[in-house]
C-alpha cells in the first residue's frame, strides 16, 4: 500500500504519523511544505519584492508546486492525507486529487479560525477534533495522538506547573493561575514564544518563573520540558474545543492537567483526579488538586489514543 501524508509540519507531529505508517508495512511518504526553504539570498529578496508590489507570496507558490513535482515522481497513492487543506489552494487540490482513489482531510484546528469549508467537496472523507464542526458539518470526530511511549509516574519533579505557549491572549489567565498557586506555595515555570521586552512589561523583570524567548522549543524537547512539572497547564484559544497535544503528551508522561477546555469532560479518559477544568473565577483550584497523585488509565482506554490506533482508523488498515 503507497500512503502521503501533505502537511505543514512546523513542530514535527505529522512526520509520527509518517513513521507509523511505515512500521505498518506502508510504503509511506511525507510532503511536509513547512521544510521549505528559499534556495538564496536572493530567492528571499524576490519573495519580498512579489508579495509587496505584486500581492504574490512565491514562497506558497513554490511549495504548492513541490506536492505536484513530488507527487509525479512517487505516482499513483492508495491514499492521500492533507492535514489542514486550507493551507492549500483550490486547484493545486484538484491536481493532487488525480493520483488517489481515497482523499483524506485531517482539521486540527476549528473551521472558525482555519476555514476550510469551501474544500470539503474534494475529498472522501474528513476528519475533525473539533466537535462542533463534527456535529455541524458530519465530519468524523477524531483526537490528536499520543506519539509519545509510555512514562511511569515521576515522583521527582522540579515543579508544581508548567507551561509551554505562544504569547497572545491566554496570558491574561496564565497568569492569574500563577499567582493563585504562588498563594499555595506551589512553584510553576512558564515557558512562552515572545519578545523579551514582553515580560518586563507584563510580568515585572524579576519574575523568573516566566522565562520569554523567540524561539519555539525543539519538538524533541517537549516531553523533557513537560517532564519537569508534576502538573501540564492547557490553556485553549477562543473557537477552540479540540483537544491539544497537550493532553496526549500528558498521558503519556502521566502528569495531571489543569485545562479550560469544557469539554474535555465528555471524553473517556477524563477523571477529575487527573484532570481540573478551571472555572470563570479560579475558585475550583484548589491546593488538594496539587497534593494528590496521578491515577492510571485503564490500558484499553490509553491505547484508544495512541498513534498506532490513530493510523489504523485514520486509514483502515
Known sequence: MKITVISFDFWNYDAHIVAMLKKSGVDANHIN?????????????????????????LKNIYRQELILSTLKKLGK?????????????????????????????????????????????FFDKIFSFDKTDVQKHG????????????????????????????????????????EKITNFEKTYHYL???????????????????????????????????????????LVR?????????????????????TNNQTIKDYDFYNPENILIINENLSNVEIAFFENDYQDLPTKIYYKYTLENWVKTVFEL
Request: hydrophobic fraction near 35%; include cysteine; glycine fraction near 4%.
Open 139 to 178: 465530519f468524523q470526530l477524531i483526537t490528536n495522538y499520543n506519539y509519545l511511549p509510555e512514562n511511569k509516574v515521576s515522583t521527582n519533579t522540579k515543579y508544581d506547573l508548567v507551561y509551554l505557549a505562544s504569547f497572545d491572549d491566554r496570558m491574561n489567565i496564565a497568569n492569574k493561575i500563577a
Open 192 to 234: 512562552i514564544v515572545g519578545k523579551k521586552s514582553w515580560k518586563k512589561k507584563y510580568f515585572g523583570k524579576k519574575n523568573p518563573n516566566w522565562s520569554i524567548g523567540s524561539k519555539r522549543l525543539q519538538h524533541k524537547d517537549l516531553p523533557k520540558f513537560y517532564s519537569q512539572g508534576k502538573i501540564i497547564l492547557d
Open 77 to 121: 497513492q492508495d491514499q492521500i492525507l492533507v492535514i489542514n487543506p486550507e493551507l492549500i489552494e483550490e486547484k493545486y487540490h484538484t491536481e493532487i486529487r488525480k493520483y488517489t482513489p481515497k482523499y483524506i482531510a485531517y482539521l486540527y484546528d476549528s473551521l472558525a479560525r482555519c476555514p476550510a469549508k469551501h474544500l470539503c467537496h
Open 33 to 57: 511544505l513547512g521544510a521549505y526553504k528559499h534556495k538564496n539570498t536572493a530567492a528571499k529578496v524576490k519573495n519580498a519584492l512579489s508579495k509587496t508590489f505584486v500581492g504574490k507570496n
Open 238 to 258: 477562543e473557537n477552540q474545543d479540540g483537544l491539544s497535544f497537550r493532553i496526549f503528551e500528558a498521558m503519556a508522561l502521566k502528569k495531571k492537567i489543569i
